[in-house]
């Protein structure tokens, strides 16, 4: 067969089929120090979401991508597509760091508008370039131009307050950007404050590509609700798959009409279990293992007790016996109770240490 034309049109860029045909997409949220090839794996047991995001590789001068990082990437044995998160703002290496990562098998290139650590934005970088529309274009400009593929945004509705956003929704078309996911906050208010999914709704309305809707999905239900208000094309839940890994497979059964599956609280003993050893590395301390875990059940401690009473028994466990001793208790007594599916209202993850910010790491960031 002759090769087409020249002037033909290039294969038009396609978003990975949902697993469900014809429903909303689903996708876990980037999170640093989560999104890993442990936790991704874990979560896939559960029912895995139709695409992952990494944690942002970092971009400057001297980055080259992060090893730890690369592997859920390279080991990624979940069967859904992983699409590469970038933070940074110099653009020759963007665009050196997008030629490494395209030799490995991603489902696209995703550029961080909204980080909100106070010592990422002040590099200007992440959420700390909502504030500059016009480095935003050249840098979308650089990244189309190097990525044939799928290039993703996912933003904030702004630094301080949402006077770029229409802005900055225009260079998502200029730039062809295949998918946009929206944080419905500033960066200034981190994680508190209502989410604005009205604003959603006019990302939904401005950009040609597909929207997610993000910020305070909590639950199946919460998903259904939100994509009516907003028009989105699908979800991305990030700290609610932590306290329930079974929300994506509970938004399938919701969006399909059927009656969205019971969790207990035996599951629940379960899934800590299962996290617990993927995520504990060979012959490391035991007491760094328990203290990774007590930031995870920070957020599945928000469903097991109106009165946090697990949270507070959990946070004073040392060694592995205790902190499992403490899940018996709470989990197993009646092993058959149902987990909510939304979290208990005013359980705080964690004090509100958000002065201190330094990464978007979970020890800076309150449920
Ligand atoms: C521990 C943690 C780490 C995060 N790291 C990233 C990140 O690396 N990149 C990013 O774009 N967003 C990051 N976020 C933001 C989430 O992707 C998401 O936008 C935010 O948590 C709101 O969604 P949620 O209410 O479903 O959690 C992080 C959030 C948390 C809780």
Redesign the pocket.
Known sequence: MPPPPASLPAEPRRLPAPIAAGQPWTAL???????DLAFLQVISRYGAPDFF?T??FRVHVQSRPEPHILRSILENTTGRPVFA?L?GESVPHLVRTVQALLACPVAGIDL?L??PAPKIYRKNV?GGLLRDPARIDEILGALRAAVPGLLTV?MRIGFDDPANFGRILELVNRHAVDLL?V?GRTVKEM?RGE?RYDLIAQAVQTVRCPVLA????TSAGRAADVLARTGAAGV??????IRNPWIFRQCRERFAGRPVSVVTLADVRAYIEHLYRATTTPGGPERLQVARMKKYLNFVGQGVDPDGVFLQAMRRAQTEAELFSVCDRHLLGEPARAFPPEPHPGLLARPNREGALET???D??PA
């Open positions: 949220a980037p999170m640093q120090d989560v999104t995001f944690e942002f998160q933070i961080n909204g980080c992440g996912k996911t944080h994680y989410v993000n910020g305070n999905i991305m839940i990030g700290r609610h798959a978007c790491s979970l800076n960031v």
